[in-house]
């Protein structure tokens, strides 16, 4: 099941206030920017979101799954929680780096 674009939007929605919020399809998917930096993977309408140190005590309870297959295991954020949704992409855009730049072809 593909995620319907409507709930993209909703995701977009509930990130407003962290920077500048777009979403790019890939893969059949989607993947969410914040200030350019790829920080959550949205797959079949469920929030994803790498497990790093930066969150691992906020995220303890959180359930974990893979977006894809043979993708290693993400948190699963409650997107409908707003405010801590909100806090958790604050911490993990601060550390995400930019996408390196592609080299066009001579």
């Known amino acids: 099941m593909a995620t319907d674009l409507s709930f993209i939007e909703y995701v ?7 920077g500048d919020i777009r979403y790019r399809k890939m893969f059949g998917e989607y993947m969410v920017y914040v200030n350019d930096k790829p ?3 949205v797959c079949d ?3 994803f979101i ?3 140190d930066c969150i691992a005590e906020q995220m303890q309870d959180a359930k974990v799954g893979a977006p894809y297959k043979g993708a290693k295991p993400h948190y699963i954020l409650d997107i409908d929680n707003a405010d801590f949704a909100r806090e958790i992409i604050r911490q993990v855009e601060a ?3 930019l996408p390196k730049k592609k080299k066009k072809a001579a």
């Open 12 to 18: 977009c929605e509930q990130l407003q206030g962290v």
């Open 39 to 41: 920080v959550i993977t």
């Open 45 to 47: 309408n469920t929030v």
């Open 50 to 52: 790498k497990q790093l």
């Open 95 to 97: 550390v995400t780096p």
